[in-house]
């Protein structure tokens, strides 16, 4: 089955360069008397790379019958080379039986060029390689399920769309308000417009007080006339407020979204948990677009600590494996690697995590393959920028930002030492696939070192924890890298035992306050057994939002402010994001931890259930694998699960069953 | 006064990679009983890069008197930030007395963002830099002379039209033959055709047999209805051929040029060499455009070797910065430098030879700075391929040029080492321009090196010359290194004297048949004062171009053959070019050695004016500087020089004279 095929990494770095575009803040300007408010471009902070504008593309096969291939180009400038004749677009060609050799090449200007070829051996594919002059010659070609038509167009995302209308809508404050109900993204659509007005101010809102307070919003766009109605462009809201505007107009928004086949699933006995994780899934939905997004309703970017979280959570919500390698190749961008990924450092370690983390959720070597020589031009820069003693070193255009957080933090932080000698475990695993044996004996060789190094300096025996930082004396101690070193298995357990007293139980070491940073303290303290910290949160912090009407989750929830204090951010108004992904992580925590499942060999090859009634009654629910769903189904008197593939086990207590193919296991308790 | 502004680069990245993509070329297939005439894309073989769809440039500056700006870019994905506020487009700003800082940020993905502000001190020019976030902070924007007006859209290069008719039409070989009397270039119109069709195929030469030949013409082009009238895509041609027709329709040209202002001039008693100067100097115009052309008709692209020519006949023409300046530019494209300028490694090091000599013609000493950051990373690309012993090495990817010739050249050749050497000394020469103390004494240091090595390893004193290769053992002499080591000062007087009369002397030694090395024969021969050999083959070689009715200068020319024999090249039938750039030496020959003129100081701070007679009676013409012209009059009883600039300095045999700035210094022979 033929796909369109492209310069390798040109989809995403095309899709990328407008995602990273995309974003506008609103500001109101004194206009004489009046004021004006207006929808203003923001720039990303670092370089967006777009893709190369000239692909040639190549395939040498034998073929045993003859076959007929078709050229589509998305661009009159190109042609397709078989056997050294050239031939325009449009043109049907007879391969006979034998060996040959097909390349095609254009040039597209304000896109990518793109190519596909109907046949058999030669339909346009992954299998088709850069051409040997190109100086990445024999990458495999760009392609994804998502442009397999021969009318499909890469160049424009692949979103489905669905008519929504608002639940309600009322005359107030002067203007209109329209309530969808819930968060929401698309165009938005007004039509029966009174013929006196050619552009309609929309004043949109996460909240309701956002979008009444138009001159203070975040967002607010001009719907324009267009074939008769009023259009803006697509926005995230679950308001929309008309100021000084009267009529009553009937109005509706194109939804867009990604259909993520939603895979992973739980219900159990406490519906506040289950309205939770639909919110959640809810969540994911919107950020999960051409890469994972932040957040839908700012910046609508793909950061690399965002999305290394999301990556979690996809993996137990729908395993969509062709978002995770978008998001990958998006926040890589072009060569020459010349800052870190978003310009924080600890991102780009996320990055060598999550490739590592990607290939061990689904096994799916082809692209590790692919992306293998980008790792190593972008590990070549963060090598030349590391200090005479192979460890990380801040340098002035380092971002370190680990998290909204008060570190010591002048010098090399512990925490990025542990992330960087992670990224070097995660390489060194990945050069072990690609046969790079120099390369694995490299990074293994370094990460014993890293480990030895980070022990020796970081470790405070009074504090009986990590500290931030060996240089200043100040021996401050915060949570972050202490647990990094229970994540990554970086000490002793001797040592992981006090830093579990001394940091994690300590009350006197401030607070994780980012969902952003509870994502990684979460995930360890249930790998400590401790799920009740977990559920207390669900409860209390999640569950604080909800209560607050929260539709989806937020970027940061403090249940001591009130009203408006809690959509205030980096010193605006509204600037919170109301619909952050990094929220979504009780989807992981309740898949690995409470379901209990998780991948033990790559892509699923061997995996384990081993369920946690925590806090509730009973629960039943899935997680995907790449290729099906594992079921568990768990009460106090029973535990089942069913999964249509080899290689599992169920552990209940100290008991371990294996888990037969296409079979329910039941065990009473 | 105002220009538009961009990223450094962009302008000439973006129009690089539209003018890459241009080439096409012919190719008929047999449809059924009929056959069919298409033009079909031809790729470059090397890597084009686009500009950077990004930009945000700033500029901080005290003011003492106030002033407002208004601000516009070519893209509403765009914003000025005035002293930390932000603005739309359009947006028109005053400033106070003080310290300001003005920053313009801008997203076009089909193109390249660009800017213009209008104020006194904040007009937007060159002053203004990249912002500090990105990977080339500090460098300065890009401008153009030809982008100062507002309405200007730098996406559109600034070409000139003029409306041009053919000088005859007639019926012929069952078509309609139009013939424009010589060489143009331009979109071809066409009216009142007869309405039963709806394309036309045109057929393009130019030779009268080529445009007949329709089914192996280098170039045709399908005419469209637009408008009522037939258009076609920019070609060029003398001939229009439209074959199967029989309407004389009305047709003419939309002339497509840059308007050169010519300032060089030669004028002598002998017609022919003025008509072959006015040959040249049209063969110039049609060649200079967004950089350097090699030729006009097929490729249309930038080669570095090509271009390196018409840098020297520019300076004698008409002393364009601007052109020159784009055409370094795009040669040498985007980071990271993956492999050499058009992957010939002799264009690499011409590169670096012509931005010196640049600046030794112009004085330009912001090019040279804005420049030279770009050219120590092409340098860190050129030593990371060097052998051990610092010399060129042929690498799997080097395209070993040097001229269309039979070489000892699977080895590390000689002209490759001088052409190195001399690039390192122009690196070390800008290294100095630019405070770059370091890199201009490792410079400095590896000429010499460099000069020691090519003597002790290249010269064959059983054949008193340079030999090709001294690894292969065969002493395999050509005209090539010699040449340059003449040109170059690279040897003793001792050897020089035996190059001359062992190989420039000697006829053994095969001949230079391409017009692009002798531009650099006849260079080192007039060094040598041997004018004979230069103007005998200004009557033989360019003047048997003339008697077979050329308008433009030939890629190549050899008088054994005969009829369409000439216009065969590459194995095409008609694919040789008949307006090549590379042919338009004598404009630069006769200006530096008849007029004699020459900067003997950067940018002619100091010159000499050393006329020559040569085999003329009488001469007069002008060769252009930077900031006027320097006129030269000579005949058999007189030498006249005038020029409005100081530092002149008249040779005459062996008396000089000084120069008067603003009068005519006149010498009685």
Same mark, same amino acid.
């Given at each position: ?135 990445? %010659?024999?990458?495999?070609? !760009?392609?994804?399920?998502?442009? #397999? ?6 160049? $424009?995302? /692949? =979103? +489905? ?61 001009? %719907?324009?006339?267009?074939? !008769?109605?009023?259009?803006?462009? #697509? ?6 407020? $008309?100021? /000084? =505007? +009267? ?423």
């Amino acid at each position: 089955m033929a796909k369109w095929i492209w310069y390798p990494g040109s989809l995403e770095l095309y899709h990328g360069m407008l995602l990273h575009n995309r974003r506008t803040h609103a500001k109101t300007y004194k206009n004489g008397k009046n004021s004006d408010t207006r929808s203003i471009f923001y720039h990303p902070m670092w370089r967006v790379d777009g893709p190369r504008h000239n692909a040639i593309l190549t395939k040498e096969a034998e073929i045993f019958e003859s076959e007929v291939i078709e050229f589509f180009s998305n661009t009159p400038d190109s042609c397709i080379c078989v056997d050294n004749i050239t031939y325009p677009p449009n043109s049907k060609i007879e391969l006979g039986v034998g060996r040959h050799r097909v390349t095609v090449s254009g040039f597209k200007a304000d896109g990518f060029p793109a190519f596909y070829c109907t046949g058999n051996v030669f339909a346009t594919d992954r299998s088709w390689v850069v051409c040997e002059n190109d100086d990445k %010659a024999g990458r495999h070609a !760009g392609d994804s399920e998502l442009y #397999s038509d021969v009318n499909d167009n890469p160049e $424009i995302f /692949k =979103f +489905s769309y669905k008519k929504v209308e608002p639940v309600s809508v009322k005359c107030e404050k002067g203007g209109v308000l329209y309530d969808f109900g819930k968060e929401i993204f698309g165009k938005i659509t007004i039509s029966g417009v009174p013929k006196d007005y050619d552009e309609l101010l929309l004043s949109l809102g996460e909240s309701y007080e956002e979008a009444i307070d138009y001159e203070m919003a975040n967002c607010v766009v001009n %719907a324009v006339l267009e074939n !008769g109605s009023f259009t803006s462009s #697509s926005c995230a809201f679950r308001y929309i407020f $008309i100021p /000084k =505007f +009267s009529h009553i107009c009937e109005l509706f928004v194109d939804f867009e979204y990604l259909p993520l086949q939603t895979r992973g699933a739980f219900r159990c006995n406490d519906e506040m948990i289950n309205k939770l994780w639909r919110v959640c899934e809810y969540t994911m939905l919107l950020n999960s677009r051409e890469g994972f997004f932040d957040g839908i309703k700012r910046d609508r970017w793909v950061w690399g600590g965002d999305a290394y979280q999301s990556y979690f959570v996809n993996y137990y919500l729908a395993n969509n494996n062709d978002i995770v390698k978008r998001t990958t190749r998006i926040l890589r961008g072009a060569d020459p690697i010349t800052k870190h990924m978003n310009t924080i450092c600890d991102y780009t370690f996320y990055w060598f995590i999550g490739i590592w983390e990607y290939y061990f959720h689904t096994g799916d070597i082809d692209f590790i393959s692919d992306i293998y020589p980008d790792m190593l031009d972008v590990w070549a820069f963060v090598e030349k920028r590391l200090g005479d003693d192979g460890m990380y070193v801040r340098l002035p255009d380092d971002w370190v930002f680990i998290d909204w957080s008060t570190f010591d933090s002048n010098g090399p932080m512990c925490a990025e030492q542990m992330l960087l000698c992670r990224a070097y475990e995660c390489l060194g695993m990945c050069a072990k696939l690609c046969g790079d044996d120099k390369m694995q004996a490299r990074c293994e060789r370094q990460v014993k070192y890293m480990i030895a190094q980070i022990n020796q300096k970081y470790w405070c025996e009074e504090k009986g924890a990590f500290i931030d930082d060996y240089k200043s004396g100040k021996n401050n101690v915060t949570r972050h890298a202490n647990i990094f070193a229970l994540l990554f298995d970086y000490t002793s357990d001797a040592r992981k035992e006090s830093i579990v007293k001394n940091v994690i139980y300590n009350n006197k070491i401030t607070k994780i306050t980012t969902p952003y940073f509870e994502f990684f303290e979460l995930d360890a303290m249930c790998r400590l057994g401790d799920f009740k910290y977990m559920t207390d949160m669900l409860h209390s912090y999640w569950g604080g939002m909800l209560e607050l009407g929260a539709t989806t989750v937020w970027e940061e929830f403090d249940p001591t402010k009130s009203g408006i204090e809690h959509y205030e951010m980096y010193g605006g108004k509204y600037e919170k994001s109301l619909c952050h992904a990094w929220g979504a992580s009780p989807i992981y925590l309740l898949g690995k931890y409470a379901l209990g499942v998780k991948p033990t060999g790559a892509g699923y090859s061997t995996f384990e259930v081993r369920p946690n009634l925590m806090c509730f009654t009973e629960f039943e629910g899935c997680v995907p694998t790449p290729s099906s769903e594992i079921h568990v189904k768990v009460s106090k008197s029973e535990v089942c699960v069913f999964a249509d593939i080899d290689g599992g086990t169920l552990i209940v207590g100290d008991k371990k069953y294996p888990i037969k193919k296409g079979e329910w296991l039941n065990i009473k308790l």
